[in-house]
């Protein structure tokens, strides 16, 4: 199961009109969600960089629901970026902890739609205003989503719209919400997302027993490396005592490039994987550091519970 962990950033959401309905429909329609309200959790600006760090490791999408406030977040909000996505977390030598999450940047925005154009009076469109949210995303290796912006959710009694038309903007925009959820986490490209991310996770442990490799490889896999050709369950298990005597455990697949294409009732993916390791003094590479940059090509198939397996794995050298 997914598990969503919507951050909130209006700082007074109980006084919203919608940002309030929308985190009421999420709470209500999701099975695994954790809503963390940051008016009510930081009302003085202290953020607990620890537990809302642990909140982040358990999510598979993390939703960023918020005011569109002069073109940016509220200041809450921006608090909790800064302070959260810290080095060596999000970004940095070993900040990769994001990686692969998906990000969905969910706002209400005050103004009409028109007005967010190039001869509208705000200039810019919504997604140009994101760009900063967006490289954020990037750098840390999220898997950034389309915004979901709806405008015209400012309530204003006399003035400007009327409450009935501003919350049913609210539902709507909560469904379409919802919507990208349920495309995002539950396709096919997703869970093979989410695989990748695994394998390398488990991998870069070498664990002594290879178990969970082979679980996931079909039985007349054909593995592809700079070693050799090595077929099935027991050319994996040769070639993984190979890798075993060379490089120690800890290494870092940093993967730096994900490309999903269909092919047939399969799936090719294409990797761009970047190897940082230390090896034994005792092997060939003599102890000497790597930092090697290969091309991934797996073949790989979705069962009907939506398992992934591997039938052929590719790996070619750049350069």
Not at 1 to 21: D, F, R
Not at 78 to 92: C, E, H, M, P, S
Not at 194 to 208: A, G, H, I, N
């Amino acid at each position: 199961m997914s598990h969503v962990v919507v951050i909130s950033g209006h700082p007074n959401l109980q006084q919203s009109n919608t940002n309030k309905l929308i985190i009421e429909r999420l709470a209500g329609s999701l099975d695994s969600v954790d809503v963390r309200c940051l008016d009510t959790l930081y009302p003085d600006y202290q953020i607990d960089v620890a537990a809302e760090q642990q909140a982040l490791l358990a999510a598979d999408a993390i939703v960023l629901q918020f005011p569109f406030y002069w073109y940016s977040v509220p200041a809450l909000l921006k608090k909790w970026i800064d302070d959260v996505l810290a080095y060596d977390f999000a970004f940095g030598s070993k900040g990769d902890k994001l990686k692969g999450k998906a990000l969905f940047l969910s706002l209400t925005v005050g103004g009409p739609a028109a007005s967010y154009q190039p001869l509208g009076y705000n200039h810019f469109t919504i997604e140009q205003m994101l760009r900063p949210l967006q490289q954020t995303a990037y750098l840390a290796g999220m898997a950034y989503q389309p915004p979901i912006a709806t405008y015209r959710m400012v309530y204003i009694p006399g003035v400007y719209n009327k409450l009935e038309e501003v919350q049913e903007r609210a539902e709507s925009h909560a469904r379409r919400l919802l919507a990208a959820l349920q495309e995002v986490l539950e396709s096919d490209e997703e869970r093979i997302r989410r695989f990748v991310s695994e394998w390398f996770e488990q991998f870069d442990q070498l664990p002594e027993a290879s178990e969970y490799f082979t679980a996931r490889l079909a039985a007349d896999v054909d593995w592809n490396m700079p070693e050799g050709r090595f077929l099935g369950h027991d050319g994996f298990r040769d070639w993984y005592a190979i890798v075993r005597k060379v490089f120690k455990p800890g290494c870092d697949h940093r993967v730096e490039q994900v490309t999903i294409q269909p092919d047939g009732d399969d799936y090719q993916v294409e990797l761009r994987i970047r190897l940082l390791a230390d090896t034994f003094a005792d092997s060939d590479l003599k102890g000497e550091p790597i930092d090697l940059l290969v091309n991934e090509i797996w073949q790989v198939r979705l069962d009907e519970q939506g398992r992934v397996t591997i039938h052929n794995y590719r790996v070619v050298p750049v350069g």
